[in-house]
């Protein structure tokens, strides 16, 4: 066989340089979908925890809600046993003046006895 010339040699050379540049590519490039991936991965995990958290909201919402109107009947409840309690405070003043008369009667009867 003859020797190379000087131009094959040169191609061989290029071309072993891009063979080498091929292979550090294909490393980067199995590198990049690795990572992309991983962020597929980890959007998905967002994506499910994100649901989870709607539903939970939603959950929260709606005892809330119940919560709420709960609170609606009672505060009215309320405001009728504060509107009795308010009469019977009356009566009670009212019979208290009364007992009062009564007693005093009772003491002018008493001192007239004696």
């Known amino acids: 066989m003859t020797e190379p010339s000087g131009e094959w040699t040169a191609l061989e050379r290029r071309v072993s340089v891009l063979e080498e540049r091929m292979d550090v590519e294909s490393g980067f490039r199995i590198g990049i979908e690795r990572d992309l991936d991983k962020i597929t991965q980890r959007q998905v995990a967002q994506g499910q925890l994100l649901q989870a958290l709607a539903l ?8 809330l809600s ?3 109107t709960k609170l609606g009947s009672y505060e009215t409840r309320m405001g ?3 509107m009795k309690v308010g009469a019977l405070e009356m009566k009670v003043g009212s019979l208290e003046g009364g ?4 007693i005093g009667m009772l003491d002018t009867l008493i001192s007239r006895e004696n």
């Not at 007992?99 to 009564?102: A, C, E, L, Q, T």
């Open 56 to 63: 939970t909201q939603s959950e929260h919402t709606e005892r």
């Open 66 to 68: 119940r919560i709420e």
């Open 80 to 82: 009728a046993l504060e």
């Open 99 to 102: 007992v009062n008369r009564i």
